[in-house]
């Protein structure tokens, strides 16, 4: 074992002391579910790209909902993707990411060595190392020119759920929109794609994190620590719950007639039967799910950054040493939009 910057531990990943072949690279480590500090520096094996796979330098990444989660194995079924007693599947987690890709597999078109890019991994997350193999064809696109690689690493995840959870409302112009949990990292993507999109959109957040909000393209704040949701107003088209908290039955009654309720995180099993029961016996629609990755919308976010529409909110930033830190914040639930990993120094 040795020790290195900042004093932190660093061992081989199968606990030998020895480099015993294949390059090596730096990677945040985690072999038992549990709090923060089950996560790990270690060296790990670098990838080595397949054909249809490109390998990315990894300059920056976060600490998202997804990878607390995984962490610790909440809710209980991620045992059953992950590993019933221990984590077997994923052991390096890292949903999103912003880098350079340094080498192509042999079928590669789309990309070339020095393209810098950005991507959403998906469930093989992995974006807490240096280095990352993707597909070519996966949810991977050319970095927004006007964003810097730890601004970029911020947008994948957060910004494809608020886009797609939007476009299955069939969000247009002139609806009114209401998002709540809208200082977080979906969140402060819908109020954003919501304004691109021509809704009248109001926020609910924090008092704390009412400017920030307003600051983004809110038309009115209201703070959930003070006030239900008011019925003072017409009904709303859409309501976008991106942090899972939002009162169901208000939500409902304060949608239109033909109204759609958003739920980004829809694992509770009652909730996922009152939703099911709302569409059934209304023309009211409940809507849950899961992103669905695609290279397209990361394109069509590219070029809304690119013409100032829309911008990554950063509450804190955290060398990649530093993980464990950087979930402990998050995991208090109070993060203005994205909390970021510095991989490399851009």
Known sequence: MRFGQNGVLKQRIDGSETNTGGEKMRAIVYEQYGPPHVLQLKEVTKPAPKAGDILIKVYATTAAAGDWRLRRADPFLARMFNG???????????????????????????????????????????????????????SVALKPDNMTFEEAAAVPVGALTALQFLR??????????????ASGSVGTYAVQLAKHFGAEVTGVCSAS???LVTSIGADRVLDYTKQQLPNDGPPYDIIFDTVGKSPFSVCVKLLASDGVYLRAYHVNPVIIVRGLWASLTSSKKVIGGNMKENAEDLVFLK??????????????????????????????????????LTVCED
């Open 168 to 181: 299955a409302g069939k969000i247009k112009s002139g609806m009114r929109v209401l998002v709540y949990g």
């Open 209 to 211: 994190n009412a400017e």
């Open 84 to 138: 019933l007693w221990r984590p077997k599947r994923i052991r390096i987690l890292g949903f999103e990411l912003a880098g350079v890709v340094e080498s192509t597999g042999s079928s590669v078109t789309r990309f070339k060595p020095g393209d810098a890019v950005y991507a959403a991994c998906g469930n093989s997350f992995g974006a807490y190392a240096e280095y990352k193999c993707l597909p070519e064809e996966g």
């Open 303 to 340: 070029e809304r950054i690119e013409a100032g529409q829309l911008r990554a909110v950063i509450d804190r930033r955290y060398r990649l040493e530093q993980a464990a830190e950087a979930h402990a914040y998050v995991e208090l639930g109070h993060k203005k939009g994205n909390v970021v």
